[in-house]
């Protein structure tokens, strides 16, 4: 809620400055911020929809609709940044100069300001919840304040230095910063929906923890993703060939409890084999695979 309440003030207030100026600087500005809300408008449907419980038909969760999400906003975003890009490009062959730059500079120093108090805010909610579609907000929001500042840089070239096309140019240059912006997040929210696997520090410990547990003798095939905020992670274990299944039980739940103890809210799935067993994968113990 609070970045869509932050994109319908700034909206409001870059509508009237780019009337007043008639930049493509504040344009492209003003179409970045108007995605800006249709991005965080998705972003609170998907957060809500990826929050709801397990069912009989998603038994893993909602988590991807925030990958979805995202890669609709960066759909979004790529357009804006085609758009702006040809009005730019439009206005620096007329060679139109913008109007009344102070409008522009004062409108945007607000928005920089409203910006980074959003930005704040969704860091300590990133921390908090590792939000896939929130964290692509972010880098989104991120991006609005080299925007703001570059609209300030043209219209001062402009009509303070008489640097003509100088908001042209920098109305492309916007337009390549969203592009880059958009790749970014595109493959961040890809690797999610394509279940990239955990960073390796992560695969890692996983391994020591289930290892050094007792009664595990080894541990390979370790297998991890991630799905919105919940991780999960799937592996075998030696264990001794002549324990009773109820002592086996009992070595996967202290294993399970271990784990959980460092990475809360993981979602674990536990294969034991007695000792020496090879499945028909191509087998290799957890010294050579994590």
């Known amino acids: 809620m609070a970045s869509v309440g932050t994109a319908i003030f700034l909206i409001l207030l870059k509508s009237y400055a780019t009337i007043q100026t008639a930049s493509v600087s504040m344009l492209g500005s003003l179409s970045d911020t108007a995605l800006d809300l249709m991005a965080s ?8 929809y990826a929050a709801m419980p397990a069912d009989n038909e998603h038994r893993f969760g909602h988590g991807k609709a925030e990958a979805l999400a995202a890669m609709v906003q960066m759909s979004l975003v790529t357009v804006s940044a085609f758009i702006i890009g040809w009005r730019a490009i439009d206005r620096f062959i007329a ?6 730059a102070e409008y522009g500079i ?10 980074l108090g959003l930005l704040a805010y969704q ?5 908090k919840t590792k939000s896939v579609a929130i964290t692509a907000d972010h880098l989104h929001y991120q991006s609005d304040l080299l925007l703001n500042l570059s609209v300030i840089i043209a219209l001062a070239m402009e ?11 920098i109305g492309v240059l916007i337009a390549l910063w969203l592009l880059r912006g958009a ?3 595109a493959n961040y929210a890809f690797d999610h929906l394509m279940d990239k696997e955990l960073p390796e520090e992560i695969k890692d410990r996983l391994t020591d923890i289930a290892r050094n547990t007792d009664g595990v ?32 039980h009992d070595i996967m739940d202290a294993v399970e409890n271990n784990i959980r103890a460092e990475f809360a809210g993981i979602d674990i799935l536990i294969h034991p084999d007695p000792e020496g067993h090879k499945d028909e994968m191509n087998f290799t113990t957890s010294s050579s695979i994590h």
């Open 106 to 115: 004062i409108v945007s120093v607000i928005a920089i300001l409203v910006t």
């Open 41 to 48: 408008l998705i972003t609170l449907i998907a957060v809500r």
């Open 95 to 100: 060679g139109a100069t913008p109007q009344k």
């Open 217 to 248: 003798i080894d541990v390979h095939g370790m297998r991890t993703r991630s799905s919105g905020v919940t991780d999960f992670c799937q592996f075998h274990i030696w264990v001794k060939r002549d324990i009773s299944m109820v002592e086996v």
């Open 123 to 127: 860091q300590y909610v990133i921390k």
């Open 159 to 169: 009509n303070y230095f008489s640097l003509s096309g100088a908001d042209g140019i």
């Open 183 to 185: 790749w970014a997040s």
